[in-house]
């Protein structure tokens, strides 16, 4: 594998994340709370890998230019903001979510749940998305 092969990986585990994250979502509204904690705790596994390969990534490639022109670019921007915003904030969200699990505070896992599971999961698609536009759309 090469530093090239990363965003293709980086897009894979995001698409696996995205996955994890609508089984878990399957299963808890199914009361199967033993398979929700799987997927869940795999997403965030699959979340952590994907942070560490894409900070690497950056670290020795360094920034990547869009060069589309027209209507796609404010798409482009619109999406990719508001993928970088939300990733920012989802990070210590993802983290408090998991903790009252694991410390079995169900209540507030629950609450915090409710905004951590969509954000994650519109990070999570919204980076194959920009992925796409970039590598494929306008290469």
């Known amino acids: 594998m090469t530093l090239s092969d990363l965003p293709m990986v980086n897009a894979s585990l995001n698409t696996l994340s995205a996955v994890l994250l609508c089984f878990g979502f399957y299963f808890i509204r199914r009361k199967q709370v033993g398979a929700h904690k799987v997927c869940m ?55 408090a979510t998991l903790f009252f699990a694991f410390r079995g505070r169900f209540e507030v896992h629950k609450r915090l749940a409710r905004w951590t599971w969509p954000i994650w999961l519109y990070v999570s698609v919204t980076g194959v998305v920009v992925y796409v536009i970039l590598y494929h759309v306008y290469r």
């Open 41 to 95: 705790v795999s997403a965030f596994v699959v979340s952590t890998i994907f942070l560490i390969s894409y900070v690497v990534y950056h670290f020795h490639h360094g920034r990547t230019v869009f060069t589309g022109e027209g209507w796609i670019r404010p798409v482009y921007f619109t999406i990719l903001g508001t993928h970088t915003v939300l990733a920012i904030l989802m990070v210590p969200l993802i983290l």
